[in-house]
């Protein structure tokens, strides 16, 4: 009886461990806001970007190990080369901040960016709008044209940085 009794709780212990839903904390140091924060101060937009009112997105994985270093970074959709600079450097500024799973080595994250410009007052500025217009007409995008292997990415929330243009 005794050990019916035993193996009944071993059974019940076991089952309520695998039941439980395990959460991972957020995976950067101090959480959204502070992720969000950090890439909207470390997102340093280029004279070339600015110049040519450039907008637009880029999605990115990185691979972070246990110390919070990030491994590698693999574009899988920019709106144009030009785009991606900043974003890579402000990822490779993130070393040490990130959290992986404890019983992981290596986990991929993916991240998305948004560049977008600070609407001046004047909304209907058609200087600005020509020029946006020519950058989205000769931007050339980054696809990816063959199956992207995700694995056990973490999808992290967007981060939208906006600049202001000069002179308008």
């Known amino acids: 009886m005794k050990q019916i009794i035993i193996l009944a709780a071993l059974v019940f212990t076991s089952i309520f461990a695998v039941a439980q839903k395990r959460e991972m904390a957020f995976p950067f140091q101090g959480g959204k806001d502070v992720m969000t924060q950090f890439f909207k101060t470390n997102v340093i937009v280029p004279n070339e970007i600015i110049s040519q009112r450039a907008t637009g997105t880029a999605v990115f994985k990185f691979t972070a190990n246990l110390n919070g270093d990030i491994q590698k970074i693999i574009v899988y959709y920019a709106d144009d080369y030009l785009l991606t600079l900043p974003f890579i450097e402000a990822l490779k500024k993130s070393n040490h901040k990130w959290i992986i799973p404890d019983d992981e080595k290596l986990h991929d994250f ?33 696809l990816a044209y063959n199956p992207v292997p995700l694995d056990m990415a973490t999808l992290l929330p967007a981060v939208t940085v906006s600049y202001d243009v000069n002179g308008q």
């Open 110 to 142: 993916i991240i998305y960016f948004t560049l977008n410009i600070n609407v001046p007052a004047d909304k209907t500025n058609p200087a600005l709008q020509k020029a946006m217009y020519a950058f989205y007409q000769k931007r050339k995008p980054i």
